[in-house]
Structures are given as structure tokens and as C-alpha cells.
């Protein structure tokens, strides 16, 4: 397995990585953690579904994320917040700056959803957000 620590990430971003790690493991799902440099790319063994994940705590490398991360092959992005404020100012971001195309392949929440969900209640809801063609969460 790679470093779980990529570079100058704080022990915040590397913790919330590890969470997030372990949440979908225990959800069944394969993980790697930076692969391609995406914090976490997330396998579903039983569907043929790829997703990344990245741990955001500000504005200024998402739009290079998203790129990277959909060059990758991903089907979706899910971008974890720290705060209710950074997920709407990454939402006014996103809305801005990238193709309507890919903003229902982009699910975008905080870090409270962890608190009270799975990785599979996550996934469901970034394929229903999907669907739904909606930005937020």
C-alpha cells in the first residue's frame, strides 16, 4: 500500500483520509490511497463502478482534482469538506468552472455525513446524485 501522506498534508487532511479509508474497506469496498494522486480511489467489486475521493480544506486545487481524477477513469468524484461554508464555496467553485456535464458525477459533502452513514450509504447516495443531476448534497 502507498503512504496514506502525500507532501505537505496536514495531519487533519491525513486523519480524515484514514477514515475514510477505513469506512469503505469495512463497506467491502477496494481502496487505494493515492493512487494517481487522488487521496482515495474507491473500487466496487460487484459493479463496475470507480469513484475518488478527495479530502478538500480549500478551494484552490479542486478544479485540478476534478480534472485529474476524471483523466483517471473515475465515475464519480466525492469531495469531502470540513466545514458547511468550504462545501458551499466549493459549490459556487465548481458551478463557475466546470462543464455541466460533470456536475452530477460530483457529489460534494462535509465531513458530518461520516458521522452518521456508511460507505455504502455514502455510494448509494452519490449514484442517486447522479441520477438527480443536482450539485449539492
Excluded at 503512504?3 to 491525513?14: A, F, I, L, P
Excluded at 479542486?62 to 464555496?89: H, M, P, Q, W
Excluded at 460533470?102 to 455514502?122: E, H, M, Y
Aim: proline share 1%; glycine share 4%; hydrophobic share 40%.
Amino acid at each position: 500500500m502507498k503512504s496514506v501522506r502525500r507532501g505537505r498534508e496536514s495531519d487533519e487532511h491525513v486523519m480524515l483520509k484514514l477514515r475514510l479509508l477505513h469506512l469503505c474497506r469495512k463497506a467491502g469496498y477496494i481502496v487505494q490511497c493515492e493512487e494517481g494522486n487522488s487521496d482515495l480511489v474507491v473500487c466496487n467489486p460487484r459493479k463496475r463502478d470507480i469513484a475518488c475521493i478527495e479530502v478538500e480544506r480549500s478551494v484552490r486545487h479542486v478544479c485540478n482534482n476534478l480534472e485529474r481524477d476524471f483523466a483517471l477513469g473515475c465515475n464519480r468524484v466525492i469531495i469531502v469538506t470540513t466545514s458547511a461554508t468550504l462545501k458551499r464555496r466549493i459549490e459556487e467553485l465548481l458551478c463557475r468552472r466546470v462543464w455541466a456535464t460533470f456536475l452530477n458525477r460530483i457529489l460534494v459533502i462535509t465531513t458530518d455525513v461520516l458521522n452518521d452513514a456508511s460507505a455504502s450509504d455514502i455510494f448509494t447516495q452519490s449514484v442517486m446524485h447522479e441520477q438527480s443531476g443536482q450539485i449539492s448534497a
